[in-house]
Antibody, heavy 119, light 110 residues
Framework: EVQLVESGGGLVQPGGSLRLSCAASGFTFSNYNMNWVRQAPGKGLEWVSYITNSGSDTYYADSVKGRFTVSRDNAKNSLYLQMSSLRAEDTAVYYC????????????WGQGTLVTVSS | QSALTQPPSASGSPGQSVTISCTGTSSDIGGYNSVSWYQQHPGKAPKLMIYEVTKRPSGVPDRFSGSKSGNTASLTVSGLQAEDEADYYCSSHAGSNSLGFGGGTKLTVL
């Protein structure tokens, strides 16, 4: 069974840092590009970041560029999102999602991890 | 970056059909055949329902169909069922290696 499990969310103060992880199983992780997508409470989905299967290329939404860094460890079947200089508007459920390899579609999603930025 | 426009709500009675629109620009929807649609039930992760404008992943009922005309994409749900009540989001490649999502449409089955 294809599965993605996020972890690492929690409460952090404005200006702080947090590292999210996403553990993949049930598929050959190294064959797939991956995305991070977030959803603020009661709001819609917002794409955050994309990383190619090898990790050689990464892309970011303007709202997080320069503050967030996506990475992966294919030997550990894991995806990461290092978040720094966090702001209140970064408060959201963060999902990792598998890119379907067709046209920027995401065919498998984790259950999400909640990040709350507040003093 | 791209923010696609969806109506905030849509509704229909069981057995009826409902269509949800998603409007973008020539830089996203109009420029690529990369429109996807996601269904999200409360407290759950999104689920891919349509990709590449018209294609359904395995396991998605054929009651769900997608289309595109110019800068506007549409999701049609035919033969509405109670379990179709959910939030629906469109997405599209938006150029410059980015992805845009619509604001979401809450579908109510009356």
């Amino acid at each position: 069974e294809v599965q993605l499990v996020e972890s690492g969310g929690g409460l952090v103060q404005p200006g702080g840092s947090l590292r999210l992880s996403c553990a993949a199983s049930g598929f050959t992780f190294s064959n797939y590009n991956m995305n991070w997508v977030r959803q603020a409470p009661g709001k819609g989905l917002e794409w955050v970041s994309y990383i190619t299967n090898s990790g050689s290329d990464t892309y970011y939404a303007d709202s997080v560029k320069g503050r967030f860094t996506v990475s992966r460890d294919n030997a550990k079947n894991s995806l990461y999102l290092q978040m720094s200089s966090l702001r209140a508007e970064d408060t959201a459920v963060y999902y990792c999602a598998r890119d379907g390899g067709r046209a920027w579609d995401n065919d498998c999603w984790g259950q999400g991890t909640l990040v709350t930025v507040s003093s | 970056q791209s923010a696609l426009t969806q109506p905030p709500s849509a509704s229909g009675s069981p057995g009826q059909s409902v269509t949800i629109s998603c409007t973008g620009t020539s830089s996203d929807i109009g420029g690529y055949n990369s429109v996807s649609w996601y269904q999200q039930h409360p407290g759950k992760a999104p689920k891919l329902m349509i990709y590449e404008v018209t294609k359904r992943p395995s396991g998605v009922p054929d009651r769900f169909s997608g289309s595109k005309s110019g800068n506007t994409a549409s999701l049609t749900v035919s033969g509405l069922q109670a379990e179709d009540e959910a939030d629906y989001y469109c997405s599209s490649h938006a150029g410059s290696n980015s992805l845009g999502f619509g604001g979401g449409t809450k579908l109510t089955v009356l």
